[in-house]
Antibody
Framework: EVQLVESGGDLVQTGGSLRLACAAS????????INWVRQAPGKGLEWVSY????????YYADSVKGRFTISRDNAKNSLYLQMNSLRAEDTAVYYC?????????????WGHGTMVTVSS | SSELTQDPAVSVALGQTVRITCQGD??????ASWSQQKPGQAPVLVMY???NRPSGIPDRFSGSSSGNTASLTITGAQAEDEADYYC???????????FGGGTKLTVL
């Protein structure tokens, strides 16, 4: 079964750090671009970051640039998001989402999400 | 603010046709994709490209695009189609992905 499974979400204090992980299975992870997308409680989807299959291309939303770092380990079929200097507005469910092979826009596989709560 | 604009809410009578729209400059360069999200669940891709449905998505879902507007049409809406629908695209200058604010579809 093709799937992505996120982990690492937790309650963290303002200014703290957290590392999320996304484990891939059922497909050739090393050939796919992967994204992080988040959703604050009761709000819409917000794209956070993208990493290409070889890690050669990385993008960040302006809201997280300089605080978050995306990375991947193709040998372990895993994606990561290191989040530093966390703020209350980073509170959200974080999803990893795979790029569709036939589209430069679409996300064809989503994980179930992991909840990050930032509180003082 | 979102670079893609969607109506916050739309309603449709059971079995009727509904169109959900998405507007933004990025849609002049890229086709939108559409994802469906039901409460407490992860999004699911329902439409991408010019008019492509992923495997398992009913053919009552169709997509179209004109100028800076993309549309997702559900012909013969079913109760199970009640959900939030998000369009997304890509900013051609930054290559960042962008989402619309989402449309809550109610099936009456």
């Amino acid at each position: 079964e093709v799937q992505l499974v996120e982990s690492g979400g937790d309650l963290v204090q303002t200014g703290g750090s957290l590392r999320l992980a996304c484990a891939a299975s059922g497909f050739t992870f090393s050939t796919c671009g992967i994204n992080w997308v988040r959703q604050a409680p009761g709000k819409g989807l917000e794209w956070v970051s993208y990493i290409s299959s070889s890690s050669s291309t990385i993008y960040y939303a302006d809201s997280v640039k300089g605080r978050f770092t995306i990375s991947r380990d193709n040998a372990k079929n895993s994606l990561y998001l290191q989040m530093n200097s966390l703020r209350a507005e980073d509170t959200a469910v974080y999803y990893c989402a795979r790029d569709h092979a036939d589209s430069v826009v679409a996300f064809d596989i989503w994980g179930h999400g992991t909840m990050v709560t930032v509180s003082s | 603010s979102s670079e893609l604009t969607q109506d916050p809410a739309v309603s449709v009578a059971l079995g009727q046709t509904v169109r959900i729209t998405c507007q933004g400059d990025s849609l002049r360069s890229y086709y939108a994709s559409w994802s469906q999200q039901k409460p407490g669940q992860a999004p699911v891709l329902v439409m991408y490209g010019e008019n492509n449905r992923p495997s398992g998505i009913p053919d009552r879902f169709s997509g179209s695009s004109s100028g800076n507007t993309a549309s997702l049409t559900i012909t013969g809406a079913q109760a199970e189609d009640e959900a939030d629908y998000y369009c997304n695209s890509r900013n051609s200058s930054t290559n960042h992905r962008v989402f619309g604010g989402g449309t809550k579809l109610t099936v009456l």
